[in-house]
């Protein structure tokens, strides 16, 4: 059985972004992994309800996705508007899918509050950023699926050869 990974949709091409555009990643290996059926499509905050295009959102006062899911921080829209229920939920169904169709890695949108996972953006929306992951990374990290940013895909291209080496020699 291939090593299954669960995608950002606005990677793949999907205009689902809060902008209501996508942020194709272009790379024979998405390319090949798609064929090969590899690929679990996911825009986590369209799984929990939310409309494209929707204001900007950000995890307030510097806090973490880890955080958010703790419940000691909030993600806030630039209207301010609390929408963390729908994150939290957001990233439950990301989970939920990920566990379901045996993804073991993920290949998230950078930045974002929900799928960043080098960086997020500090909630001051002034594109100041902070490392830390989204509170969707920050959920499939702590369910054991190993996370990656769109910026990562040589490290993940690495991950996936390196397994699939080491179950062909238990073979």
């Given amino acids: ?47 929990a309800g939310m409309q494209v295009p929707r204001p900007p959102a950000e995890i307030a006062g510097a806090a973490t996705g880890e955080e958010v899911l703790a419940g000691t921080a ?33 290949l998230l949108i950078d930045g974002s509050p929900s799928c960043g996972s080098a960086f997020i953006y500090d909630g001051s929306f002034s594109g100041r950023r902070q490392a830390g992951n989204g509170v969707t990374a920050a959920a499939l990290k702590a369910a054991g699926i190993e996370v990656f940013s769109d910026r990562e895909i040589e490290r993940l291209i690495e991950r996936v050869a390196e397994l699939e080496s080491d179950a062909a020699a238990g073979a």
């Fill in 74 to 106: 909030r993600v806030v829209e630039i209207t301010g508007g609390d929408v963390t229920e729908d994150f939290v939920q957001a990233a439950e169904n990301a989970v939920a899918l990920a566990r379901q169709a045996g993804c073991r890695y993920a």
């Fill in 1 to 47: 059985m291939q090593n299954r990974i669960l995608v950002s949709a606005c990677l793949m091409g999907h205009a689902v972004r809060y902008d209501g555009r996508a942020k194709p990643l272009l790379h024979p290996a998405t390319d090949r992994w798609r064929a090969e059926g590899r690929l679990v499509t996911i825009c986590p905050e369209m799984s």
